[in-house]
């Protein structure tokens, strides 16, 4: 078998072929890191106001913060049914940042902290810190960070990097 491997390896070297090595470091993290939501309460109740962003972007005490005071909801009443609230409470912390282990989004928020806000944590201000003119965020046509879709038009479906 790993004769065989080599064998093919020989060939492709004499035919030219680039070998590609694998990439361990994308495939680890950027894979799927933050996947479309199927959870049907989230994507009903969650996405009326602004499109319903990924649980994989905050850590788990952050959603439990954001899902225990939804009557003050960034100046806005999103109370829900105490059932709704509990389904998509447990599904947002069952996949927060932080639900298997630390993801390189979430590694940078200190212990201590509670984000509130994806577009306070360390991770979002970063990747868009080099990249975004600050003027882009209170354009007339995007209006604010949280407005993801105006710059990721796939951000729902969790495409982030071919904006
Ligand atoms: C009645 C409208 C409304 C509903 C329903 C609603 N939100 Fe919001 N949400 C807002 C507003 C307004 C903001 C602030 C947006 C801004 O700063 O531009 C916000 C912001 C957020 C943010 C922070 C975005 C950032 O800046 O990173 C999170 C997280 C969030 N909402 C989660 C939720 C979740 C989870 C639900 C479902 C339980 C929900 N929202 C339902 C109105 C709503
Ligand atoms: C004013 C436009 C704009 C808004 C609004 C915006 N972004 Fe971005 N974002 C960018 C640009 C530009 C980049 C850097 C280029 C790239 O990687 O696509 C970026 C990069 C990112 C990346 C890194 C992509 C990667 O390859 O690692 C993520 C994740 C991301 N944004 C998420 C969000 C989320 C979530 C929101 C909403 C809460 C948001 N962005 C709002 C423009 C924006």
Request: glycine share 4%; charged share 25%.
């Amino acid at each position: 078998m790993i004769r065989s491997v080599s064998v093919f390896g020989l060939i492709a070297v004499a035919l030219g072929l680039v070998v590609v090595p694998s990439l361990p470091a994308i495939a680890e993290d950027e894979g799927e890191r933050f996947p479309p939501i199927k959870h049907e309460a989230t994507l009903k109740e969650c996405a009326a106001c602004h499109m319903a962003f990924q649980p994989q972007m905050l850590p788990q005490r952050s959603w439990a913060a954001i899902m225990g005071d939804l009557a003050n909801h960034f100046g806005e009443d999103a109370t829900l049914a105490p059932d709704v609230q509990k389904d998509i409470t447990d599904y947002l912390v069952a996949n927060a940042a932080d639900a298997r282990g630390k993801s390189r989004w979430m590694r940078r928020i200190a212990a201590t902290e509670t984000p509130l806000r994806i577009t306070e944590t360390p991770a979002w201000i970063r990747a868009h810190a080099e990249e975004v003119n600050p003027a882009r965020f209170t354009d007339p046509k995007v209006k604010s960070k949280a407005n993801c879709m105006a710059c990721h038009r796939g951000a729902d479906k969790g495409y982030y990097e071919d904006d």
